[in-house]
């Protein structure tokens, strides 16, 4: 059963997070008032805590569940997976400074701001499309190495 339940947990999340990062892609726009920087300053703490789950979550799977630790330890697709979502979240640190920066200085971003931080949000989705691939790719059991 805990398998079962980390494993829904997990999916949810990813889910959740992938919600989260292209409502952020759709709302950080040209224009943009004082309480829409500040809305997206929520957002994306929410983007912050859904990382936070998933890693918990993940591990917690990859380590008690029906597998366990030795199937994932020994995976090339796994630890592909895990650097692509260290450089994710890597990714998300300059929008997240950005919204802290535009929210203390109560400034409007520019459009070049603007620019700038959408194309850190773009290459987190590009990234993120490679998540289910090597997923699907481990849960077959490729990329075993040792």
């Not at 040209?30 to 997206?40: I, Y």
């Not at 990859?62 to 020994?74: E, M, N, Q, S, V």
């Not at 450089?87 to 603007?114: C, E, M, N």
């Amino acid at each position: 059963m805990l398998d079962l339940v980390l494993a829904i947990d997990h999916h949810l999340l990813i889910f959740a997070i992938f919600g989260v990062l292209v409502t952020e892609l759709i709302l950080l726009r040209r224009g943009m008032d004082q309480t829409a920087v500040a809305q997206m300053g929520a957002i994306d703490l929410w983007y912050g805590l859904l990382a936070g789950l998933i890693i918990i979550v993940g591990f917690s799977r990859a380590i008690f569940a029906a597998k366990g630790w030795d199937y994932y330890a020994h995976n090339a697709f796994f630890w592909a997976k895990i650097g692509t979502f260290a450089a994710i979240g890597l990714l998300s640190l300059p929008p997240t400074f950005a919204y802290i920066r535009w929210r203390r200085a109560k400034v409007i971003p520019t459009d070049a701001q603007v620019k700038g931080t959408r194309l850190y949000l773009w290459l987190e989705l590009g990234l993120f499309a490679l998540l289910p691939i090597f997923a699907a790719a481990m849960a077959r059991g490729y990329g075993e190495f040792g």
